[in-house]
């Protein structure tokens, strides 16, 4: 096998995820509709409740809109790395992942491949989200924009990977959908994507602990910054870290096993 | 070179699917027939190596499945029983999505593509949607993708159930033409005992064990039966497949 056939056969991947995802047009527009409820409705309520003092990266005041929007984007890239890994369980439910296992290229490669187009569709879905937040006065600088690329795709790849891990150990569709009641909706709350952490720690001490420990929290704070054209190292270090191990685990552990199978 | 299998024996836990099964296809149409649980989808599943093999061995063109699985899969077509296509893509995407699971070049697939759409007369449903497509193009769709990468072996597992008598009729003599022109190997695998004709390599094959194998013509001649059904009722004493 030459790099020319990896290179189409990650091509094609990709592509086929982005047609995919343009085809279930009911996804592409929750997937949107979503966070900007949440940024307009949610919000706007909370922004008279409660007060952002300055903080890092932040120069200065800040409203709450400004404050929510890397969790929100973060929220876009949870949602989206979790469906394309439910939409493995649908494949090997439906017998399409048949298709993916009779090619010659590794196994390992062609989970790689599909990691990096559940990131690119992540990437295409925040910078929409993120263009529609200006409708809001959400302001982003031009290099803001740029340096968040690189984050939320590492961000997106991550997630994409936690996702890969649970779609292995899930037998059925059906089990999938109540373990990301289980997944989404905890992380999602226990991290510093609607509240600060020292706001946490003022409320409950060990709801504090639990959002330190919950990698999701460094993936909204890495974003937070890199929106400021800053990089949060502490972030960086560990969500690389739990990047690595968790696209290990997710690619040893994946089983192809289908269910029509006894 | 083609198919060759020695011992191969597999088991869902205690029960026991396959026993011994010593298998030698040469190029040409070949078809293995048996009843419902006889074992055909095992053994198919076993030779697209997505089930892995624990006994026995398994040849395809002179190369172990066990060290050479990506060699064997560039040279391999299979077309599943149940449909595999993505039904909210369009012909074409799911055609290129294959051709670039094998490291084909987009504008090199194209050409297959438009080849083979125009043999299986699909040309103009090449922008269609799968999901608007009937079950006899949806089947010539699955026939078309395993064709992309010219391969040297082609796996059909009941490529023709639930399908009308002309689109069954369309795809059998399509296969076995393609067999003919090609010179390659091709496994069909059948419960429907018309599909068989006198020139074909016949494997029957019965609650997991291999029952006979040889000629149709020469099997019915040694078992002294007059035609296919007969030899098959012979064999299995099994009356479910017609």
Redesign the interface.
Known sequence: ??L???L??C???V??EV??FF??RSRLFSALVRPLLWLIVFAAGFRAALGVSIMEPYGTYITYQEYIIPGLCCMIVLFNGMQSSLSMVYDRE???M?????????LPF?LFCKLIAIAFLSLMQVYVFLLCAQLVDVDISLLGYLTAAPAVFLIAFFLGALGLLLSSLIKQLENFAGVMNFVIFPMFFLSSALYPLWKMQEASIWIYWLCQYNPFTYCVELLRFALFGQLNLSAFSVILSATVITAVLALISFS?K?S??? | MGIVTNNLSFA??K?KALNNINLSLANGFNILLGPNGAGKSTLF?LL????QTVNGTIEINGDKLSDN??????Q?G?V?Q?????L??SVK?NL???????????KKALVNIDIILAQLSLTERLHD?VRTLNGGHRRRVEIARALIHQPKVLLLDEATVGLDVESRLLIISYVRNLCTQRDICVLWTTHLMDEVESTDQLIIINKGEIQAQDQSSKLCEQYQVTDVYQLYFALTQNTEAV
């Not at chain 1, 048949?98 to 290229?105: D, N, T, Y």
């Not at chain 2, 697209?48 to 089930?51: A, H």
């Not at chain 2, 699985?69 to 560039?74: A, E, G, N, R, V």
């Not at chain 2, 290129?96 to 987009?106: Q, V």
């Open positions: 096998m030459t020319n056939q990896y189409y056969c091509l094609g991947i592509k086929r047609f995919r085809q279930q439906m017998g399409s048949k298709v993916l296992l009779m090619s010659p290229l590794p062609l192809p289908f029509q199978q006894r | 869902y836990g029960k599943s697209t190596g997505l089930t699985k990506s060699k064997i899969m560039s391999m299979v599943f149940q449909s595999t296509l993505d909210d893509l995407q290129l999505y294959y051709a670039a699971l094998h490291g084909i070049a987009p949607k």
